[in-house]
């Protein structure tokens, strides 16, 4: 093969290559697309439709989300209390209800909300104030802890009826992480589900079992969260999960999913660089791309 001609189908190569890897990966744009009030009423619509993880993942999205208000924040966690309380979980219930109080110390729920809720508000925050009110800063009040950070880079693929393994890294410099935490489901629909994480000396492995690894791909998201399951850290999130290609059979360069969305494009990508290729160096080449 010629000198010009490994240069033009590495380029065509290079070309495709990028057209999918946009495909497959949501933009920065996406993930920070939806409000975190949008999302406080997505988890109370699930709340209200008893669909309860599913709020707890929504809310766990927002709660997140880098600019998150006080009082959003403190929305956020008090609807997830409430979902922990119906689910009967009660020590992340009462971990959602320290952490409020973390933020405002004062806070009460109005007479309006249900007594059940309220007498758990009541019995959490006595607990709270009986263990010295913990994680409230007394010295340089409204100080946050230092971020924890989780380190990941996802597989480009993975073959289909394959079991996904996925590894990282925890930056916790206050060691604030008790666990973490994957969800993944196949495709781009349907609820996520919790599946198996090691964490250890804040490196953890994880695994998507093959029976989700279908193609054209899989979804997924991992959490890094407190002693009380409460997020502190995560590389995606049910709102902009991280994605993995699953091609049909015999790798990603031969699956049609790869090439029928970018063919025209890679077509397009060889007539250019072949015509460039071939013109002697001083001429000026012209190119009329027709429709």
């Known amino acids: 093969m010629a000198a010009w001609q490994r240069v033009l189908w590495r380029a065509a190569f ?19 697309g939806k409000t975190v ?10 709340f209200d439709d008893q669909r309860y993880e599913e709020s707890i ?6 709660l997140l989300r880098p600019n998150i208000a006080k009082t959003e924040k403190i929305d956020v966690l008090k609807l997830l209390a409430f979902n922990y309380i119906v689910l009967a979980q009660n020590d992340e219930a009462d971990g959602a209800v ?14 309006s909300e249900s007594p059940r809720f ?3 508000f009541v019995t959490a925050k006595k607990g709270w104030v009986d263990d010295g009110k913990p ?5 340089g009040a409204g100080t ?10 996802s597989p480009a693929q993975v073959d289909k009826d394959s079991t996904a ?23 781009t629909t349907g609820k996520f589900k919790l599946g198996r994480a090691e964490y250890a000396m804040r490196n953890f492995t994880a695994e998507i079992p093959a029976s989700v690894v279908l193609p054209p791909l899989v979804e997924y998201y991992v959490e890094a969260v407190d002693e009380n399951g409460i997020p502190l850290a995560t590389r995606g999130d049910v709102e902009s999960p991280l994605r993995i290609a699953v091609p049909e059979g015999g790798g990603v360069l031969t699956s049609p999913w790869f090439w029928v969305p970018v063919s025209a494009a890679v077509v397009a990508a060889v007539v250019v660089v072949a015509v460039v290729a071939s013109q002697p160096s001083e001429a000026t080449v012209t190119v009329n791309v027709f429709e």
Not at 135 to 139: A, F, I, N, Y
Request: charge should be negative; include cysteine; aromatic fraction near 8%.
């Open 144 to 153: 946050p802890l230092t971020a924890v950070k989780i380190k990941h880079t």
């Open 118 to 120: 309220r007498e758990f």
């Open 57 to 62: 993942q929504t809310l766990s999205a927002a």
């Open 37 to 46: 009030s949008s999302l406080i009423q997505k988890a109370q619509n699930f």
């Open 14 to 32: 290079v070309f495709a290559t990028a057209l999918v890897a946009a495909q497959v990966c949501p933009s920065e744009a996406w993930a920070q």
């Open 165 to 187: 393994m996925l590894t990282g890294e925890i930056d916790d410099p206050e060691a604030a992480v008790a666990r973490v935490k994957l969800y993944y489901r196949a495709g």
């Open 135 to 139: 994680g409230l800063k007394t010295e």
């Open 98 to 111: 320290r952490s409020i109080l973390i933020v405002d110390s004062e806070f009460e729920l109005p007479e």
